[in-house]
Antibody
Framework: QVQLQESGPGLVKPSQTLSLTCTVS??????????WSWIRQPAGKGLEWIGRIYTSGSTNYNPSLKSRVTISVDTSKNQFSLKLSSVTAADTAVYYC?????WGQGTLVTVSS | DIQMTQSPSSLSASVGDRVTITCQAS??????LNWYQQKPGKAPKLLIY???NLETGVPSRFSGSGSGTDFTFTISSLQPEDIATYYCQQYDNLPITFGPGTKVDIK
């Protein structure tokens, strides 16, 4: 079991790029066979899977966001990251980094000018 | 995308009651289904994986069953600390998709 912690700006302007980082502790991001995912949840709504990166570096994205999403990993820092470009108010949500078992506490990102 | 539906969307039950939530997939997902519990302001917590396996440390009053397209999640004796929203999640096909959730509270 690992611990995950999201970090990044809580406010992003429309049309800009949302950037978040997930720091993994209690284990190496490059060991084992894990998918490291990003999931988001607008206030009062359900969960939406954004995408994931495997320990090998291969990625999968939700087709609904694929044109705007990049997930990357920095094994030297034991972190993986999310970039979501051209954001609008519809991207306002709590963003979680997660494995199937372990989730971060979530971070609220608001898109507003 | 595989669509996941859950019923009911919300329920109220008394402490000690048996609570059942159903989840249906729009196509066969074998047993590639997880159940999560989410309390207000908290991240989801995995309770059941692969449709019927209890995650380590999760109380045995929680259980899951089903395969293919139809799944059931049961709380055998509802406790006050079980007040939460419960989500099913399929991971048979990408994109991973979640059900809309079932909100459980105490009557």
């Amino acid at each position: 079991q690992v611990q995950l912690q999201e970090s990044g700006p809580g406010l992003v302007k429309p049309s800009q790029t949302l950037s978040l980082t997930c720091t993994v502790s209690g284990g190496s991001i490059s060991s084992g066979s894990y998918y490291w995912s990003w999931i988001r949840q607008p206030a009062g709504k359900g969960l939406e899977w954004i995408g994931r990166i495997y320990t090998s570096g291969s990625t999968n994205y939700n087709p609904s966001l694929k044109s705007r999403v990049t997930i990357s990993v920095d094994t030297s820092k034991n972190q993986f990251s999310l970039k979501l470009s051209s954001v609008t108010a519809a991207d306002t949500a709590v963003y979680y980094c997660a494995t199937i078992l372990d989730w971060g506490q979530g971070t609220l990102v608001t898109v507003s000018s | 995308d595989i669509q996941m539906t859950q019923s009911p969307s919300s329920l109220s039950a008394s402490v000690g009651d048996r609570v059942t939530i159903t989840c249906q997939a729009s196509q066969d997902i074998s047993n590639y289904l997880n159940w999560y519990q989410q309390k207000p302001g908290k991240a989801p917590k995995l309770l059941i994986y692969d449709a019927s396996n209890l995650e380590t440390g999760v109380p045995s009053r929680f259980s899951g069953s089903g395969s293919g397209t139809d799944f059931t999640f049961t709380i055998s004796s509802l406790q006050p600390e079980d007040i939460a929203t419960y989500y099913c999640q399929q991971y048979d096909n990408l994109p991973i998709t979640f059900g809309p959730g079932t909100k459980v509270d105490i009557k």
